[in-house]
């Protein structure tokens, strides 16, 4: 296996689905001399396809792409329709309907076929390993490969990749677990500890860093980059929308928690008033909650309703500014 080509500065940009991911944003970081990413979960093809064309307008430095893998849990339909029904008063609130459930896979076939004929310097995968031949097609393109393991067994199941991010259950939005589970959930330096031990791949440790001593302190227990989102959020380059902007320096939200309420896979976030009211009510039924609940996440961020919405973040959430992502990137590379 070649050694995959980290950045010069071992910062990752963590890939941020629905919104908060942009070209600019993957493009600011990618200059700075850390490695920007592109989300492209929840998008076709052709929309993912548009912000590489766009970020390789804004640099020539090498950045990433995040692909979902597809949804395999089997999911009960009556579950997903009785949380459906629950929300109803949420969203006739909101002046919205309740969303339906749709696709299951992300277009994920139509991503790689994509991806595989002009594809980004690195491409990484969350929920899952994709197949050998996958892989391989990526790597025989120069692309390094990287996969999201949340647990030592889920790293030997990746050896085929080049890199693997080791996600801590202190990272924000969703737990990239190959599964729609918490089983085997660890705190990051914990993880990274079981991880190292049972792979020599370069790793990125990725999960509640927020400062210069964090990412310090995560590269001295041996990895590679550090990745960090919610650090990035507050960025102008960052598409987050401003009710999540707001929430993440409001004194009035003090904590996050893991839910399924928003989307039916465990996912952290802020802690307002409907993940408290409906975190014990969701199936877990992923990505079937998430379009159930899109209209209203969608009404509440336009109507600027913190409540309502998902507010996604890791534990070092109140670490994060909204200086420029290039600065934030020289803040967060200081003490190396």
């Keep these: 296996m070649t050694a995959p080509r980290l950045p010069g500065t071992p910062i990752v940009q963590a890939p941020m689905a629905g919104g908060p991911s942009t070209p600019e944003l993957a493009a600011a970081v990618s200059d700075a001399g850390g490695l920007g990413f592109l989300a492209a979960g929840y998008k076709t093809a052709g929309a993912m396809r548009a912000e590489i064309d766009r970020t390789r307008e804004l640099t020539s430095r090498p950045f990433g792409v995040n692909v979902f893998m597809p949804s395999l849990d089997a999911v009960d339909p ?11 008063p949420e969203a006739r609130r909101l002046g919205v309907e309740p969303g339906t459930p749709s696709g ?11 991806l595989l004929s002009d594809p980004p310097a690195f491409v990484s995968f969350t929920f899952g390993c994709p197949d050998t031949d996958v892989i391989r097609a990526f790597q025989e393109r120069g692309t390094v490969v990287v996969v999201t393991v949340t647990t030592a067994d889920e790293a030997r199941r990746s050896a085929a990749a080049d890199a693997l991010c080791v996600q801590g259950t202190e990272a924000g939005a969703h737990r990239g677990s190959f599964a729609n589970t918490l089983d085997g959930a660890l705190p990051l330096r ?17 999960g509640g860093l927020g ?15 550090a990745q960090l989102g919610t650090a990035f959020l507050r960025c102008p380059e960052s598409g987050a929308s401003a009710v999540h902007k707001a929430a993440l320096a409001d004194p009035r939200f003090t904590t996050t928690a893991l839910t399924r309420a928003f989307s039916g896979r465990p996912a952290r976030g802020l802690v307002n008033r409907f993940l408290a009211e409906h975190s014990g009510d969701a199936p877990a039924a992923y990505p079937d ?10 009404a509440a961020a336009a ?5 309502t919405v998902n507010l996604w973040a890791g534990t070092a959430f ?9 600065d934030v990137v020289g803040h967060l590379a200081s003490r190396l």
Excluded at 78 to 88: H, I, Q, S, T, W
């Design 303 to 307: 109507q600027g309703d913190p409540d």
């Design 78 to 88: 009556a579950a997903v329709a009785a949380y459906r029904d629950l929300l109803a």
């Design 104 to 114: 299951r896979d992300d277009a994920y076939d139509a991503k790689i076929t994509d």
């Design 318 to 326: 109140r670490a994060a500014t909204d200086a420029p992502a290039a």
């Design 211 to 225: 400062t210069p001593d964090d990412v310090a302190e995560i590269l001295s227990l041996g990895a590679a980059a």
């Design 190 to 206: 914990t993880l990274l500890r079981d991880v190292l031990a049972v792979t020599d791949q370069p790793v990125i440790a990725a």
């Design 289 to 298: 909650v998430h379009y159930v609940t899109s209209p209203l996440r969608k």
